[in-house]
C-alpha cells in the first residue's frame, strides 16, 4: 500500500470519528514537520510548539479535506504557512539551512559542491561557502526562498512542492531555477566563479 493510500484511509477514518487514526498520522510526520519548522524558526521548543499547532490546525481542516492532493503536501502547506506566521509575529529571521542533507541525484547537489574539508583551508573555504549560500536562501523572496527549500532540503518533487505551494509545477521550476540562479550569482560575487570554481575545488 502506498504512503498516500494509507494516509488517506487513515484520513478517512479520522473524519468518521476515529481520533486514534489521527494519532498514527502525528506519529509519522512529526519529526519531518519539526524538522521544516525549523528552516524558520531558531528554538527547537518552538518548532515543535508550532508543528503542534499545525497538526491542530490540520485537524480542525481534515472535515474539508476532500483528497485532491496528498495528506503530506497538504500537511506542509499548513506547517509551512504556521511558520511563516510566527516568523512574521515574533519579528525572528530563519534559522541556517541544512546543507549536509543527502540529497536525491535528481537534486541539485550543494552538498557535492562544498566538499573539501580534508585540510583546513578547505574546512573554512567550506564555511564560507555554506554561510554565504544560507544568506543568498534566506535574501530570497519568500516563493523562491520556500520552493529551494522543499526542494533541496526537503527533497520534494517539483509535483509535490506544487502541491504544497498550491501553484502549476511550472511555476515551482521558474521558482527554483530563479532560486539557484540568485544564489550562485551570490557565489560568484564572493568567490569569483561560482559554483563551476567551488567544484574544481573538490
Given at each position: 500500500?502506498s504512503?498516500?493510500?494509507?494516509?488517506?484511509?487513515l484520513?478517512?477514518?479520522?473524519?468518521r470519528?476515529?481520533k486514534?487514526?489521527?494519532?498514527?498520522?502525528?506519529?509519522?510526520?512529526?519529526?519531518?514537520?519539526?524538522?521544516l519548522?525549523?528552516?524558520y524558526?531558531?528554538?527547537?521548543?518552538?518548532a515543535?510548539?508550532i508543528?503542534?499547532?499545525?497538526?491542530?490546525k490540520a485537524?480542525?481542516?481534515?472535515?474539508?479535506?476532500?483528497g485532491?492532493s496528498a495528506?503530506?503536501?497538504?500537511?506542509?502547506?499548513?506547517a509551512?504557512n504556521t511558520?511563516?506566521?510566527?516568523v512574521v509575529?515574533?519579528d525572528r529571521s530563519?534559522?541556517?539551512?541544512?546543507l549536509?542533507r543527502?540529497?536525491?541525484?535528481?537534486s541539485?547537489?550543494?552538498q557535492?559542491?562544498?566538499?573539501d574539508?580534508?585540510?583546513?583551508e578547505?574546512l573554512v573555504?567550506?564555511?564560507?561557502?555554506?554561510?554565504?549560500v544560507?544568506a543568498?536562501?534566506d535574501?530570497?523572496?519568500e516563493?523562491?526562498?520556500t520552493?529551494?527549500?522543499?526542494?533541496?532540503?526537503?527533497?520534494?518533487?517539483y509535483e509535490e512542492?506544487?502541491a504544497?505551494m498550491?501553484?502549476?509545477?511550472?511555476?515551482?521550476?521558474?521558482?527554483?531555477?530563479?532560486?539557484?540562479e540568485?544564489?550562485?550569482?551570490?557565489l560568484?560575487?564572493?568567490?569569483?566563479g561560482g559554483l563551476?570554481?567551488v567544484?574544481?575545488l573538490?
Amino acid at each position: 500500500m502506498s504512503a498516500d493510500v494509507s494516509d488517506l484511509s487513515l484520513v478517512r477514518r479520522v473524519q468518521r470519528g476515529d481520533k486514534g487514526a489521527f494519532d498514527a498520522l502525528v506519529l509519522k510526520y512529526q519529526h519531518k514537520l519539526v524538522k521544516l519548522v525549523m528552516r524558520y524558526v531558531r528554538n527547537p521548543a518552538e518548532a515543535e510548539d508550532i508543528a503542534q499547532e499545525a497538526f491542530i490546525k490540520a485537524y480542525r481542516a481534515l472535515p474539508q479535506f476532500r483528497g485532491d492532493s496528498a495528506f503530506y503536501t497538504w500537511l506542509y502547506r499548513i506547517a509551512i504557512n504556521t511558520a511563516k506566521n510566527a516568523v512574521v509575529s515574533r519579528d525572528r529571521s530563519p534559522i541556517e539551512y541544512d546543507l549536509d542533507r543527502n540529497n536525491t541525484d535528481e537534486s541539485y547537489d550543494m552538498q557535492g559542491r562544498m566538499k573539501d574539508a580534508e585540510t583546513p583551508e578547505g574546512l573554512v573555504l567550506t564555511d564560507e561557502i555554506r554561510s554565504t549560500v544560507n544568506a543568498a536562501i534566506d535574501a530570497l523572496p519568500e516563493d523562491l526562498r520556500t520552493a529551494i527549500v522543499l526542494r533541496e532540503l526537503e527533497g520534494l518533487s517539483y509535483e509535490e512542492i506544487a502541491a504544497t505551494m498550491d501553484c502549476p509545477v511550472g511555476t515551482v521550476r521558474s521558482r527554483i531555477f530563479r532560486a539557484r540562479e540568485a544564489i550562485d550569482r551570490r557565489l560568484r560575487e564572493v568567490f569569483e566563479g561560482g559554483l563551476g570554481r567551488v567544484e574544481e575545488l573538490g
